[in-house]
């Protein structure tokens, strides 16, 4: 079973982003059903970092966009991105070091943050981009 369900509730209404968020959604499955399957920590922590690679990808896509178009709210979003990348590199250092092992409070932390996110912080740009052309 995913631990995280891809719907339309999450778009926000600009291809290219729901896109990656869809892809996000799949990396947290993914590293959620390798957990389930007891996989070691060197391949959980391989799975985290190609997830935190491919965020970075992704909040560099929204923060372009903010930046062309001036959103008004742009440096609170960006902190956001910030405190997440920083809080899972912090995980993949526990992980590498051994002083932590992925656990089901990480993985809701990673659900939880992401759909919080979208629905709050990406859904409030989708029809200020969207009005400069942006879908
Ligand atoms: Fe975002």
Redesign the pocket.
């Known amino acids: 079973m995913s631990l995280i369900m891809w719907n339309n509730g999450l778009s926000v209404n600009i291809r290219s982003v729901d896109s990656q968020h869809q892809r996000l959604v799949e990396m947290i499955n993914k590293l959620y059903d390798s957990m389930k399957k007891g996989e070691s920590n060197t391949t959980l922590t391989g799975i985290l970092s190609d997830m935190a690679a491919y965020t970075h990808i992704h909040?560099k896509t929204?923060e372009e966009l903010f930046a062309k178009y001036n959103y008004p709210q742009r440096d609170k979003?960006t902190a956001?991105?910030k405190d997440f990348v920083k809080t899972v590199n912090s995980f993949i250092e526990e992980f590498k070091s051994g002083r932590k092992t992925l656990s089901i409070d990480v993985m809701n932390f990673l659900t939880q943050w992401l759909s919080k996110?979208i629905q709050v912080?990406?859904k409030a740009y989708s029809s200020f981009l969207n009005s400069k052309g942006v879908v």
């Open positions: 909040f929204e979003h956001e991105h996110h912080s990406d």
